[in-house]
Structures are given as structure tokens and as C-alpha cells.
């Protein structure tokens, strides 16, 4: 196979993979839907399952998983450090933090907005921190990442104590991650963003390249890193907002699926940005087909799921030592 | 074409590492900038490629300010080599060598073929992790010469290169070309035998410049280098004669 055809390859093979782990999304779960009643004229329960739970909740999960692969694999690389992923530097705390109040506070259909903002803040909050004396420094971003990560989950803490007890069991469930609380409309605008970003990215994924290399062998390229970055941190805090407003705090998919995705096709974006997208929807999608149907009725939090997963395969990889 | 450094001063955070130098680089020729460790080279060389912002004075290249190129046509001028090599994402050899050319590895291979010395074309393989200190040294080089700019800025370039391949590049550089090459150099045979300017900075100010004959007496030598030393030029290659250091 030539060059590009290996990275093709796996763009199509995880192609059809996604579409085959949707499907099974569809199909599987508690009551019987027949396929006639789906696009049927006449209203039914069957239809009314598929329409307002099953389908939106694929979609949110493909988004959802998608996002966070995305954001994961951008961030890594344009840190030039593989811890990086929302979740160690803040960023997701601090969307959870937004959406956690508004919810605690009954102000639910606020929590999209004031998620975005939390984590826009917070992303602009550690850049500032990360120049030190007009360099940028990753270290001490990831430094400054995982202070906030701390102060902020305690600051979620003290929202959960002071809210409403009635709404704490939900409001658990929820940190923990899952897509069991949906309406149809947050789930679009999420499927839209992370399309709207994903294809967006992979439309710069030469000049994510250059990033790639350091930001002084970037200039010496003819790119200026710092304009770059930030423009990168926003799309970040906004598809991290939405993703954590949607679904809570779904652990792991951002580290772990873009550097599977190194492994196999290299670290060039080119491949690398569409591998994660399919990628991370795909393996979300099985974790919450899963998480849905293994103890039904009962769910378990996708969120728990990932993190059991994904941890020890990682741990698994890094004592194989498989580089960055 | 012109590279012209005016009355400039660098800053690094509040310590001034170059101090009201200027310097006229002059096309066609092979320009090193010598001193000891600290005097300032790599300092000046990060401002010509406009990474490190000048506190005062100017920089033009083609009657241009710098800070007034558009970044993507200053690139395509300037092939620059630097110093100290950050810590990068794992890319392919070739996949890396093509990011000067927008990614395209097949205009890539046909630029490497007139640098055959640095023997390229057996790393596009492997990974950049992968390699030895002398053969990342190659690919960073390969980048900035694939370009084929008309300017060259090149920090201390035949470092970590075995002799061989130090010599060959060196000849590469002299062949004339429409704009100049800009070197860092420690060694100062090579600087003597290789460069049609000097350039001697001591503790961020300009010492001296010209030609190696006129520049390299013994009493800058002592004084700048700490060397008790002098430079034979009664040989075709000239060669420098240590015969003591200085405290």
C-alpha cells in the first residue's frame, strides 16, 4: 500500500466501524421496536422510544465521544506534551463546575452557556499562567492544570453539599458521566459543533504539523504559534463545555483514542484528526450500548466505564513502552 | 538584497545579551558571528530570523523591517537551522522534512537529491525519536536547505556532524547563491578557512569585523578568547596554534 493509502485504509475501516457501532445503538436496548413503527405515519411508543431516546443518544454519544478524542488528540500536540487531555488540565472541571451550578440552582437549560464560558475562562486563565517571561512554558501549564483541576472539583464538591438534596442522587450520577438525561436539541448543537470543529481542524491539520514541531521551529516556518494556540483553546473550551454539558464528565476517551490512534497511523493530523474522530465516537458508542444493557434496567455511568477501560489498557501501554 | 542590522539591542526578560550592534551582512558571502559561549551569537541569529523581538533599533532584510513580512514569504527567504532542537511529536523523517514544502513528499524528495551529502534519503523511515544526535542534526539541517532560500542563518551547523559531512556542508556553503548564509561557529580554523567575514562579539557588543586575516591577531584572540594563541596563515589552509589559556 502507498503512503496515504495506509492512513485511507484506516480512515475507512474505522468508518465502517462507527457505522456498525451505531447501528447497534440503535437496535439494542430495552422494548421491542419494529422497524415498521420507526417510519411509520402513525404515532407510537415504538416510535416515539426510538425518535426521543435511542436515536438522540447515539448521536450525543458519537458527538460526545468524537469531541473529546478531537480536543484530546489537538491539545496534546499543540502542547507538545502527551498528558495533556481537558480533563488534567482543568478545563473539564471547570465546564463541570458551570454546568453543575446552573443545575444545582435550577437554572438546567443555562448549563450549556455557562459551561462554555467556565471552561473558556479557564483555558485563558492557564495560558496566562503558561507565559513566563515571554515564553511559553508546558510545563507550567499542566502544573497550573492540575492545581485548577483540584480547586475546582472541590468548588463542585461544595455545590453538590449546598444543593437541594432531592437533586444530589441525579446530579452524582450525572459528574460521573452518562447519557441518560437528554433533550433532542442540546444533542444537535453538540453533533453540530464537534462537526463544525472536526472539519475545521482537519482543514488545518498541515498547519497543526508545523505547531507540532515547537513553537520556534513553527516561526521558522512562517507560522505564528501564539495566534495559532489560542484560536485552538477556544475551539477546545467550547467542544469541552458542550460535551460536559451534554454528558457529564466521560473520563479518558481524550487521552486514550488519540494516542491509540498514534500508534497505528503516525502522528501526522492528517490522519490522525479523522482516526480520533471515528475513533472516540465509535468507542464511546460501545461503552454506552454497553452501559445501558449489560445490568438492565439499571445503567451503569459511561463515564465509570471508560475510566475502567481505559486506565489499565493505558497503564498497559506505557509499561510497553509505546512512545508519544 | 541585504540583510542590515541597525543599532540593535536584545533583551532577554531584563538582561541585555546584545547591546547596540550594528552589522551589514553582505550578499554572497559566507558570514560567521564568533565569541565565547554567551557573548551573544545565538541571540543575534534568533532576532535575524525575527523570533526574538528587538528591544531597540531595526532589522531589514531587502529594505524590509522584519516585523513588517508577512511570515509565510519571510520563510520562503530565510532557511534557518536553530540551536537548540525542542522537544517535537514523534513525525516519520520524511513526514518531517516536508513540513517546509506544505507537506508534499514527493517535490521533498527531488529537493533532497542535490543534498546528498547529509545522506537523507536512509532516515525518511525512521522515526525522530529514533535517531542519533549527528542525524537529527542532518534532518534540521535538511529543513532549512530544502527550502532553497536565498538567506541562510544556521546556529553552530556542524555540530554533533562527523567530519566528513562538516567539511562537504561547509563546501555547500560557499557556492554563491543570490542571497548569504549566516553562521554561529565555535571553531575558528574553520571559521579562518571557510568564511569571507567575521563577526566578533564579546559580551553582547560587536568587538571587531572584516575578513579572518584582518580580524583573527593574536591580541583578540587573547582578549576575546581567552587563548594564547595565533593563526599560522603561511599554509593554504590557515590553522589556529593554541600555546597556552588565559585566567
Not at chain 1, 468524537?66 to 507538545?80: E, F, K, Y
Not at chain 1, 454546568?99 to 473558556?120: D, M, Y
Not at chain 2, 526578560?13 to 560567521?32: D, K, W
Amino acid at each position: 500500500m502507498g503512503r496515504g493509502g495506509l492512513g485511507q485504509g484506516l480512515i475507512l475501516i474505522n468508518g465502517a466501524g462507527f457505522l456498525l457501532a451505531f447501528l447497534l445503538a440503535l437496535v439494542v436496548g430495552s422494548g421491542e421496536i419494529a422497524w415498521v413503527e420507526i417510519f411509520g405515519s402513525e404515532p407510537s411508543l415504538g416510535k416515539s422510544l426510538f425518535w426521543n431516546l435511542r436515536f438522540p443518544r447515539a448521536v450525543a454519544a458519537a458527538a460526545v465521544g468524537g469531541g473529546l478524542a478531537l480536543v484530546g488528540a489537538v491539545l496534546q500536540s499543540s502542547l507538545r506534551n502527551p498528558l495533556a487531555d481537558p480533563f488534567l488540565l482543568g478545563i473539564s472541571s471547570a465546564a463541570a463546575l458551570g454546568a453543575v451550578s446552573s443545575l444545582a440552582f435550577g437554572h438546567s437549560n443555562l448549563r450549556f452557556p455557562v459551561a462554555i464560558v467556565c471552561a473558556l475562562l479557564c483555558l485563558l486563565f492557564l495560558d496566562r499562567t503558561a507565559y513566563r517571561k515571554g515564553a511559553f512554558s508546558t510545563h507550567n501549564l499542566l502544573l497550573a492544570g492540575v492545581a485548577v483541576t483540584y480547586l475546582l472539583s472541590a468548588g463542585t464538591g461544595v455545590v453538590v453539599l449546598l444543593a437541594d438534596p432531592t437533586r444530589t442522587r441525579g446530579l452524582m450520577f450525572w459528574l460521573m458521566g452518562g447519557f441518560s438525561t437528554l433533550d433532542p436539541a442540546s444533542t444537535l448543537l453538540c453533533a453540530l459543533v464537534v462537526g463544525m470543529s472536526g472539519a475545521w481542524l482537519c482543514s488545518i491539520s498541515g498547519k497543526l504539523d508545523v505547531l507540532a514541531l515547537g513553537d520556534e521551529s513553527a516561526h521558522i516556518l512562517g507560522l505564528r504559534p501564539h495566534g495559532l494556540r489560542r484560536l485552538l483553546f477556544v475551539t477546545a473550551s467550547v467542544v469541552v463545555g458542550l460535551t460536559v454539558a451534554t454528558a457529564g464528565g466521560i473520563g479518558f476517551v481524550g487521552i486514550l483514542v488519540p494516542h491509540l490512534a498514534r500508534l497505528f497511523c503516525g502522528v501526522s493530523h492528517r490522519t490522525l484528526l479523522p482516526l480520533c474522530l471515528l475513533g472516540g465516537a465509535t468507542l464511546t458508542l460501545l461503552a454506552d450500548t454497553f452501559a445501558r444493557t449489560v445490568i438492565s434496567p439499571r445503567e451503569i455511568p459511561v463515564g465509570l466505564l471508560t475510566a475502567l477501560l481505559g486506565a489499565p489498557f493505558f497503564l498497559h501501554q506505557l509499561r510497553r513502552g509505546q512512545g508519544f | 538584497m541585504t540583510f542590515l542590522v541597525r543599532e540593535v539591542t536584545l533583551k532577554r526578560q531584563a538582561r541585555e545579551v546584545l547591546q547596540n550592534l550594528s552589522y551589514h551582512f553582505e550578499q554572497g558571502l559566507l558570514t560567521a558571528v564568533i565569541g565565547p559561549n554567551g557573548s551573544g551569537k545565538s541571540s543575534l541569529l534568533r532576532a535575524l530570523y525575527g523570533y526574538l523581538p528587538t528591544a531597540s533599533g531595526a532589522i531589514l532584510m531587502e529594505e524590509k523591517e522584519l516585523a513588517n513580512w508577512d511570515p509565510r514569504s519571510l520563510a520562503g527567504r530565510l532557511g534557518v537551522c536553530p540551536q537548540e532542537v525542542e522537544p517535537s511529536l514523534d513525525f516519520r523523517v520524511e513526514q518531517a522534512l516536508a513540513l517546509p514544502l506544505g507537506g508534499q513528499l514527493q517535490a521533498m524528495e527531488e529537493r533532497v537529491k542535490p543534498l546528498e551529502f547529509l545522506s537523507l534519503p536512509g532516515l525518511f523511515q525512521r522515526n525522530l525519536s529514533e535517531l542519533s544526535g549527528g542525524e537529527r542534526q542532518r534532518v534540521r539541517l535538511g529543513m532549512a536547505l530544502l527550502t532553497e532560500a536565498p538567506w541562510l542563518i544556521l546556529d553552530e551547523p556542524v555540530n554533533h556532524l562527523d567530519l566528513a559531512t562538516a567539511w562537504s556542508l561547509l563546501d555547500f556553503l560557499q557556492k554563491p547563491r543570490d542571497g548569504g548564509v549566516i553562521v554561529a561557529l565555535h571553531d575558528l580554523t574553520t571559521a579562518a578557512r571557510c568564511c569571507g567575514r567575521l563577526l566578533v562579539l564579546k559580551e553582547g557588543r560587536k568587538v571587531a569585523e572584516g575578513a579572518p586575516r584582518e580580524v583573527l591577531s593574536s591580541d583578540l584572540l587573547a582578549d576575546v578568547f581567552g587563548l594564547q594563541a595565533e593563526m599560522d596563515w603561511s599554509t593554504e589552509a590557515p590553522t589556529l596554534r593554541i600555546s597556552g589559556i588565559i585566567r
